[in-house]
């Protein structure tokens, strides 16, 4: 079993005449699109977009296949990933991603533009070189003291994760960056007590994954990380352009992040960034 914990850290910082001085250099790169940059967008090659399915327990026979069955069977036994394509995921995902990231005024392009981005002065790119999407199961644990003796009550549930990494350029060479998201079954349980100190109970509510919601959860991240590249470059802008003393400079242990759409920046810690 396979366990993806990923968090949201994010503190919004507003404007004044005391923010930091990376923040204003921050909010110019929102306003001036990093002073034009250019972004080349190389699309997943064939074959780097994954289907990993961990529930290889429920399938019979897996481990005497070989690496190509198991490949197959690990789709085709799957409750999501086996109604899911390259070209669904281009859609859904890739396309959706890039189409987020040209919403700014930074300037997007994709290789049959290369003429056009070769162009520009101010220019770095992003390869998309792999996509992982995985189903496997997690453990939602309830537990709570009553008359002194401690419930506890262990719940399997349905979990989804979309990873991406993306190759960027940094001194010379390429910096892989990686990200992951997921989403789980809804499940909500409780312990209550009775007339008598033996008398708990436990309830539980229950909502499953489903492939509408799979599909629109894969949408919302395809947004997210797309906000995670642009704060990427938006924080290496920063960086390079801040000449106030070191002690007032934005900490290594954070970065900064750009709400596309509620037009806000924030420090976000590793949880809500690419780390690296």
Not at 50 to 61: F, Q
């Amino acid at each position: 079993m396979k366990k993806i914990l990923c968090a949201l850290g994010i503190s919004m910082l507003l404007f004044t005449a005391c923010s930091p001085q990376y923040m204003k250099i921050a909010k110019h790169y929102v306003q001036t699109g990093g002073d034009t940059l250019a972004i080349m967008i190389y699309p997943p090659a064939t074959g780097n977009i994954m289907y990993t399915n961990y529930k290889t327990d429920e399938i019979d026979g897996f481990d005497s296949m070989t690496e190509e069955e198991q490949t197959k069977a690990m789709k085709g036994n799957s409750l999501f990933l086996k109604d899911l394509s390259d070209d669904v995921i281009y859609d859904l995902f890739v396309n959706r991603f890039i189409r987020h990231l040209a919403s700014t005024n930074v300037l997007v392009y994709t290789p049959e533009y290369m003429d056009e981005y070769m162009k520009h002065q101010n220019k770095v790119y992003a390869n998309m070189a792999q996509i992982e999407l995985e189903e496997y199961y997690d453990v939602m644990t309830d537990e709570r003291v009553i008359f002194d003796k401690k419930y506890v009550h262990d719940t399997y549930v349905d979990a989804f994760a979309v990873n991406l990494w993306v190759g960027v350029p940094k001194d010379g060479i390429e910096k892989v960056l990686y990200a992951c998201n997921r989403v789980t079954d809804y499940h909500k349980g409780w312990f209550y007590a009775g007339y008598y100190e033996d008398d708990v109970m436990y309830e539980e509510s229950n909502i499953n994954l489903d492939l509408e919601y799979v599909e629109r959860f894969i949408t919302l991240i395809a947004d997210r990380y797309a906000e995670y590249l642009y704060a990427y470059f938006m924080t290496d802008y920063v960086r390079r352009h801040d000449a106030s003393p070191v002690s007032e400079q934005l900490p290594d242990t954070l970065s900064l992040h750009y709400s596309f759409n509620g037009k806000m920046i924030y420090t976000a810690d590793e949880t809500y960034r690419f780390v690296q």
